[in-house]
C-alpha cells in the first residue's frame, strides 16, 4: 500500500521485520513479497503477514513448538513494532 503521513507502508514493514526476525532468531531471511491476500490487500495501514516457520518442516516445527523460542520471537515482533512507531510517529 502507499506510504502513510509518517512514510510507512507495509513493504517497509515487511522487511523491517523479516530482517530483525532472521537476525535475532538465527533464521535465513526469505525477504519480503506482495501477496493477494484480503488480510493484507485491503487494509488502508501497513499490515504484514509474518512467516516464523513451516509445520511440515520437521526443524521448523520444533522450534515453533519450543517456548522459548515462540518467545523470542514475539519479543522481536515487539521491540521491531515499537521502533517503527519511534521512527515513524503518527502523532497518536
Excluded at 507502508?9 to 530483525?20: D, E, H, V
Excluded at 531471511?29 to 513451516?54: D, H, M, Q
Excluded at 511440515?56 to 513448538?65: E, F, I, Y
Amino acid at each position: 500500500n502507499k506510504k502513510n503521513a509518517a512514510g510507512l507502508n507495509s513493504y517497509l514493514l515487511a522487511t523491517t521485520l523479516a530482517k530483525n526476525l532472521s537476525q535475532t532468531m538465527g533464521t535465513k531471511n526469505r525477504g519480503a513479497s506482495s501477496s493477494e491476500f484480503v488480510v493484507v490487500k485491503y487494509n488502508t495501514v501497513p499490515a504484514v503477514l509474518i512467516e516464523l516457520g513451516f509445520l511440515t518442516n520437521t526443524s521448523d516445527l520444533n522450534k515453533l513448538t519450543n517456548a522459548s523460542y515462540q518467545k523470542k520471537a514475539a519479543e522481536t515482533i515487539y521491540n521491531t513494532v515499537a521502533e517503527i512507531f519511534k521512527t515513524y510517529p503518527m502523532g497518536r
